[in-house]
């Protein structure tokens, strides 16, 4: 039954002279649409609503190569039971259906009635969906109340498609024959660099370059003019490939080149973008030598490091050295005041003022002190002084022991 409707109201629509498209229209949400990034958006609503008082179907045609061709359509409901529920109706055959909806049509009043078909971004084919659309609608003419029918003129779909896949440069020494592998050159060698990739949907884009010396904070573009081959288009995408020629001197110790193609105007802002570093062999040469320098400073910490080490393992062998020395000081101090407590009240000393013990013999005073401690082999000649009647005396401190090497 809502086959027969539908198609008498066709009919209808067919035979019924047309008015002026002034109370429908069309819209794309948004223009232009960017691929893979936006929803598509076609919208059929009514621009004079007080001029219809009623609206009973709505259609939405595309372009192909033989005209246009139905998309989708609303009716209004045509059961008694649930009049205000709309029949959207998809073409037999239509595999659109399944890749889109049209959530949000309704038609139960000129002011409210409208057709929307929503393409979700990952299910836009393109080009195919990107084409020309056309609406048309049927309704009641409030000042004559005769059956008229409209159709607004059709909009075509702006959209842009944005570079995604660009090779990495490829590096060739001028004149020769096969790319290089290399990425480090004598300075003035002559080198070829190509890159190859998508430029998006319009096939009057190109590949640029830019070029970042070691010496610069960001990118530039490079003066050299490239060499552009022809645009070829796959899918919704066109490809082509550019060239360039570069002469490396002595300020590309590391120069990084990019190519890139669906920029927004500065370097570095492309969707497609790939980089490539170029050294000159006279940068590589300094590399020995910074390692040189590394290696002698590491020595000379190595080197500071035992000298530091040998300092103080000595200062403590001196200490502990004096430590025994001042030890056996207090004792030979000790002992030498018990002999001479004993050697007081003999004829062969005499103390005088200055608080030292001196000898009284004259029969000894002429005596080398010396030739007769020598003879004792089991003795330090410095402990024997004591025990032949010698000169003794009081020291207050290791110091003055040190100074005299007497105890």
């Known amino acids: 039954m809502m086959e027969v409707i539908c198609i008498s109201m066709i009919l209808l629509m067919s035979i019924v002279p047309k008015a002026s498209s002034q109370n429908i229209q069309i819209q794309v949400l948004p223009q232009p649409v960017i691929y893979q990034e936006n929803d598509l958006v076609i919208q059929c609503s009514i621009t004079n609503p007080s001029q219809l008082s009623d609206v009973y179907f709505m259609q939405l045609n595309r372009n192909i ?17 649930t009049p205000q ?4 109706k998809w073409p037999s055959g239509s595999t659109l259906r399944y890749r889109a909806c049209a959530g949000g049509s309704e038609i139960n009043t000129p002011s409210t009635a409208k057709l929307k078909l929503t393409i979700h971004k990952n299910s836009v084919l393109c080009p195919t ?20 029918t409209q159709e607004a003129n059709p909009v075509t779909i702006t959209y842009i498609v944005k570079p995604r896949i660009i090779e990495m440069p490829r590096v060739r020494i001028s004149g020769e024959l096969t790319d290089t592998p290399l ?5 003035s060698t002559v080198l070829q660099l190509t890159c190859e990739g998508q430029i998006g949907n319009d096939a009057r884009k190109t590949i640029r370059w830019c070029a970042r010396k070691s010496t610069d904070f960001t990118f530039t573009g490079m003066p050299q003019t490239p060499l552009h081959s022809e645009a070829s288009l796959i899918d919704c995408q066109y490809r082509r490939s550019s060239t360039i020629i570069y002469n490396l001197t002595d300020t590309d110790t590391s120069t990084q080149f990019l190519c890139e ?8 802002t492309g969707s497609a973008i790939q980089y490539v ?16 320098t590394s290696g002698s400073h590491e020595t000379g910490v190595i080197a500071g490091s035992v000298i530091g080490s040998l300092v103080l393992l000595t200062t403590a062998i001196v200490l502990v050295y004096f430590a025994r020395r001042n030890y056996k000081c207090t004792c030979e101090k000790e002992s030498g005041e018990n002999k001479r407590d004993n050697l007081q009240n003999t004829s062969d000393l005499v103390e005088d003022e200055s608080g030292y013990t001196t000898i009284t013999d004259e029969s000894e005073r002429h005596q080398d002190t ?11 000649q410095y402990e024997a002084i004591p025990g032949k009647g010698i000169l003794h005396m009081h020291f207050h401190d290791c110091r003055s022991f040190m100074n005299l090497y007497i105890c």
């Open 65 to 81: 190569s033989t005209g246009f061709e139905t998309v989708v359509s609303i009716l209004k409901g045509q059961s008694p039971q």
């Open 85 to 88: 529920t709309p029949q959207i």
């Open 129 to 148: 969906d990107f084409t020309a659309y056309n609406c048309k609608f049927s309704g009641l003419s409030t000042s004559t109340s005769d059956f008229v």
């Open 183 to 187: 990425r480090q050159f004598p300075i």
């Open 261 to 268: 193609s669906g920029d927004t105007g500065m370097c570095g």
């Open 277 to 292: 570093n170029i050294n000159t062999e006279s940068n590589l040469s300094n590399t020995p030598e910074v390692s040189d």
């Open 370 to 380: 010396y030739d007769e401690i020598t003879g004792s082999e089991e003795k330090n």
